[in-house]
C-alpha cells in the first residue's frame, strides 16, 4: 500500500493549485485521508482533512481558501488552494490514518512530499 501525491509547484501569490493523492495496492477502505505541510524549520501541521463519510476540517489559516475533496471508490483526496499566500510555501504531504487491504491494517501511511511555492 502506498500513497503518491502530485500537483505541486511554483505559483504567485493569489493564485491557485491543486494537489492530488492516490493510494495504490488491493485496497478496501481507508479511514480519513489528509493533507499535511511542513516548512523549513518548523513542525509538520495539519492542513485538511476528511473522513470516508465526508467530514472535513481545517487549518484555521487555510479555512475559506481550500478545499478537500476525496473519491472513495478510487482512494483519491484532492486539496483545491485558492488564494495562494506566500505562507503557504511547503512540502505537502498526504496521509491515510488507517488503510484496511486484504484483511490487513496499515496505520498513518505517508505519501512523498510535493513541493509548494508561493512566490510574493
Known amino acids: 500500500v502506498q500513497l503518491q501525491a502530485s500537483g505541486g509547484g511554483l505559483v504567485q501569490a493569489g493564485g491557485s493549485l491543486r494537489l492530488s493523492c492516490v493510494a495504490s495496492?488491493?485496497?478496501?477502505?481507508?479511514?480519513?485521508m489528509g493533507w499535511y505541510r511542513q516548512a523549513p524549520g518548523s513542525q509538520r501541521e495539519l492542513v485538511a482533512a476528511?473522513?470516508?463519510?465526508?467530514?472535513?476540517k481545517f487549518a484555521d489559516s487555510v479555512k475559506g481558501r481550500f478545499t478537500i475533496s476525496r473519491d472513495n471508490a478510487q482512494n483519491t483526496v484532492t486539496l483545491q488552494m485558492n488564494s495562494l499566500k506566500s505562507e503557504d510555501t511547503a512540502t505537502y504531504y498526504c496521509?491515510?490514518?488507517?488503510?484496511?487491504?486484504?484483511?490487513?491494517?496499515?496505520?498513518?501511511?505517508w505519501g512523498q512530499g510535493t513541493l509548494v511555492t508561493v512566490s510574493s
Open positions: 496521509n491515510a490514518d488507517e488503510i484496511i487491504y486484504r484483511g490487513h491494517f496499515q496505520y498513518d501511511v
Open positions: 495496492g488491493n485496497i478496501d477502505s481507508i479511514n480519513a
Open positions: 476528511i473522513t470516508s463519510g465526508g467530514n472535513k
